[in-house]
């Protein structure tokens, strides 16, 4: 069965930098949309940034510029770095990948900024 792992979250100040991985596996990765939402406390989860099967990509207005998705179609990885982190950014972030209706997430790693 299809499994998205998360990776990389943590601690880290005000205008710091995160790395976010997600290792998929049991899809044929290349074909799915990949995506990272984030979800912070009281608060719906929401899209920031998107990668389609043709490597275009899409972000939230809150993150363009500040953070990039890529993908490694090798290893079936997903990317989503992020720099200029502000407290804004505090939340669990989770992988997701959607083809048609099929629909699968990760089960999140938390990303706190401090300010």
């Known amino acids: 069965q299809v499994q998205l792992v998360e990776s990389g979250g943590g601690l880290v100040q005000a205008g710091g930098s995160l790395k976010l991985s997600c290792a998929a596996s049991?899809?044929?990765?290349?074909?799915?949309?990949m995506s990272w939402y984030r979800q912070a406390p009281g608060q719906q989860r929401g899209l920031v940034a998107r990668?389609?099967?043709?490597?275009?990509?899409d972000y939230a207005d809150s993150v363009r510029g500040r953070f990039t998705i890529s993908r490694d179609i090798a290893t079936s990885t997903v990317f989503l770095q992020m720099d200029g982190l502000e407290p804004e950014d505090t939340g669990v972030y989770y992988c997701?990948?959607?083809?048609?209706?099929?629909?699968?997430w990760g089960q999140g790693t938390q990303v706190t900024v401090s300010s």
């Open positions: 990668i389609f099967p043709v490597g275009s990509t």
């Open positions: 997701n990948a959607q083809r048609g209706s099929s629909r699968f």
């Open positions: 049991g899809m044929i990765f290349s074909m799915y949309d």
